[in-house]
């Protein structure tokens, strides 16, 4: 419609402002719309996996243990078998925490979104508390707390019977942070049976210099945690094996990570070294951090995608 004819229909200025007015508006609208829609086609190509916690009895332990799982986002809808990752907590940690403090389902979903992980159900079993409360802590077995005979005799099984898993060491992996990242070492070292790959964050590999003795009374949960972990040095593991030792070794993927601020640094560098020095293949990264929930959220980037490269295909 040319402008004159479109002057003449209405009767004076003001009602022709108004309807540009009302044009611009309507152009307004239709761009909110397409936004809109496009916003939703993001949410749709996102799918996320589903998040469940649930508890088990244990009979090594004499008490229920709590767990939560993620569930790949076709889980229900299909009856495909999935590889697992077993992640672990650190000290005064839960069964929730990587959920809640490192947010690993958004890192999940996003990486499966985009290719760069493949489906799998992630689980963290519930090895501590705070120890203010009377909690217990640790994946050692010690004195009142048989924790690692409970995972591997009863956790796992139940697991891995109760959700579509693929049962074997090349579909198996394990992770986990400070005190779980030394519980992921240790169990990887001397269960490579049973593992194809291990990423250990901030890992507790042994009691540092000087914390040998955090507590006065030797019964305490804390004395017995420590001395648990040096007993099972993961450190020492390395630099004692044997050349059947070292070949168990070299059947499972590694990966250290560990902040240039953290604490463990050092304890974290001995292992390498030690790996190193026995002809074991094992990828280390420093990156700047401590020890600290952003950083372990900030490994989940690398993790995952390792954990998926280590799956059998």
Known sequence: MKMEYIVLFFKDIKELKMFWKLRFCVYCLLAFAFVSMADAQDVTWIRHGKIVTDSIYSKVLKTYRAYTIYLPKSYDGTQNKYPILYLLHGMTGINSSWFEGEHVQDVMDQFVASGEACEMIIVSPNAGGRLEDGCWNGYFNMPGWAYEDFFYQEFIPYIESHYRVMADKRHRAIAGLSMGGGGTTSYAQRHSDMFCAAYAMSA??????????????????????????????????????DEARKEELRSVKWFIDCGDDDFLLDRNIEFVQAMHKAQIPCEFRVRDGAHTSEYWHSALYTCLPFVTRSFAK
Do not use: R
């Open 204 to 241: 507790l590999m042994d009691i540092p210099a000087g914390n040998e003795h955090p507590s006065d009374d030797p019964n305490s949960k804390m004395m017995l945690l420590t001395k648990s972990v040096m007993e099972h040095s993961c450190i020492k593991y390395v630099e004692d094996a």
